[in-house]
């Protein structure tokens, strides 16, 4: 029996960037997705094909995939992309909106007459631009933060318009991309000296005259939801999880680190959000998706659709009482039986990064360090790499509990265990678990 063949391709880690430096923090991020959806997919006997940059080859051991194409400085990714999608009759595409990245990609997949498991193209087009999906939200009389086009006066962000929103809003404010990913290049304030200095040094051009949006700041809990749209089915889309995001905007840097899943209070608002997630049934969006919103005085304030896999599939996929790749498959086949959603499990799923602690070379090789640190940690996801300093490694964990607490406890347990190997954590992910 033919085995199906499925190629997952994952932008950052997959040569999309091969002739740029690789940001350490979405690499983390890139490729514990795609390890995570190859090992699931290859659970359910599909041969797996992708693709791998040439400066992170050597992880191309940590992948459970039978064809790995690895992408040099000098190659053309599409090219090579164009390739892989000919060879496989399905397609599983994890990339960032910007630029329209994901959405090219994808259509280069509908164009070849490959099936995409991936969000479909309509999916994409809503979540591509933020202020899109907020007319989306305010059109289905869905709670959503006020949001605004920064218009632009000499090729910079228009300051009167700024500083006449914040006044009226009355409230802090963020900044941010109408085609940002993540946390990427958002910026807090809570005063109009922050706004003046920001604007005084920020020159909209290195942006790649990119969209910003003005956005009124919700104080509240960073939640998202991870749901399967089904509309072929004719059915609302599946609530996978509720899960909570650790992300941090008030620093000079933003920066999402991971989170957890399930929330505490699951039981509480699951109900809730199917009453509002209904509303977004007719969009037809199809696949996995995400959608992150802010929790606040039992009200959910929606901020956007994440029209791809997340990052909380890492940690989603340790606590379900079935395989998920299975279930996006037979969903793209209208094959979705009966079946009852349980968490027999907790999860953290978090970036970890730490330094050697001795300036001298470093005893072990890397990959001899790799080994040991996973010999001791069955947690990674991301296997520990350095892809700049010598002596700085990154990571990305997620572990398996039976519930928050525990999962608490074998974090602490983790970090102890870097730290007794003469290593010091600078993740800011003590102050979380305190």
Do not use: W
């Not at 006997?45 to 400066?55: Q, V």
């Not at 933020?130 to 000499?154: A, D, M």
């Not at 991971?258 to 509002?276: A, S």
């Not at 959608?291 to 009200?299: G, P």
Request: hydrophobic fraction near 40%.
């Amino acid at each position: 029996m033919n085995k199906d063949l499925i190629f997952i391709f994952e932008f950052i880690s997959g040569g999309g960037l091969n002739k740029v430096n690789i940001p350490t923090s979405l690499f983390c991020e890139g490729f514990g997705m795609l390890r995570s959806i190859i090992m699931d997919f290859k659970a359910i006997d599909c041969e797996i094909h992708t693709m791998l940059d040439s400066r992170v080859f050597f992880l191309s051991e940590f992948l459970l995939a039978d064809n790995i194409k690895k992408v040099n400085s000098f190659d053309n990714y599409i090219t090579i992309f164009k390739n892989c999608v000919n060879k496989c009759k399905y397609t599983f595409v994890i990339a960032p909106e910007t630029s329209k990245i994901l959405y090219n990609l994808t259509k280069i997949v509908k164009k070849h007459d490959r099936i995409i498991l991936s969000t479909n193209l309509r999916g994409i087009n809503y979540g591509t631009s933020k202020i899109s999906t907020y007319k989306i939200f305010k059109k289905k009389k869905i709670l959503t933060p006020k949001t605004y086009i920064i218009p632009l006066k000499n090729n910079k962000l228009d300051l009167n318009f700024i500083l006449h929103k914040f006044r009226e809003l009355k409230c802090p404010i963020v900044i941010k991309p109408d085609d940002g990913v993540g946390a990427e290049s958002i910026h807090y304030f809570e005063n109009e000296p922050q706004i003046l200095e920001f604007l005084m040094n920020y020159n909209v051009k290195t942006e790649k005259r990119r969209k910003f949006l003005l956005q009124e700041f919700i104080e509240g809990k960073d939640l998202s939801i991870s749901l399967i749209g089904t509309p072929q089915l004719n059915t609302n889309p599946i609530i996978l999880s509720v899960n909570s995001q650790y992300i941090d905007i008030k620093s000079l840097k933003s920066e999402y680190i991971g989170g957890y899943t399930p929330i505490e209070n699951y039981n509480d608002v699951i109900e809730k959000l199917m009453v509002i997630t209904r509303k977004l049934n007719n969009l037809n969006i199809e696949g996995y998706f995400g959608i992150d919103f802010i929790e606040n005085k039992n009200s959910f304030n929606f901020i956007e659709i994440n029209p791809r896999l997340t990052t909380s599939y890492i940690g989603l996929r340790n606590i379900l009482n079935f395989n998920c790749a299975e279930l996006i498959f037979n969903s793209n086949n209208n094959n979705i039986n009966n079946f009852e959603i349980d968490f027999p499990y907790h999860s953290y799923f978090i970036r970890i990064d730490f330094y050697f602690n001795k300036n001298d070379n470093m005893k072990e090789s890397h990959t001899d360090l790799t080994h040991t640190l996973i010999k001791l940690i069955p947690e990674f996801v991301t296997p520990p790499f350095s892809l700049k300093e010598q002596n700085q490694f990154s990571c990305f964990i997620a572990t398996k509990t039976k519930d928050l607490y525990a999962s608490k406890i074998r974090l602490k347990e983790i970090i102890e265990i870097i730290e007794k190997l003469d290593f010091t954590v600078i993740t800011p992910i003590k102050t979380e678990l305190s």
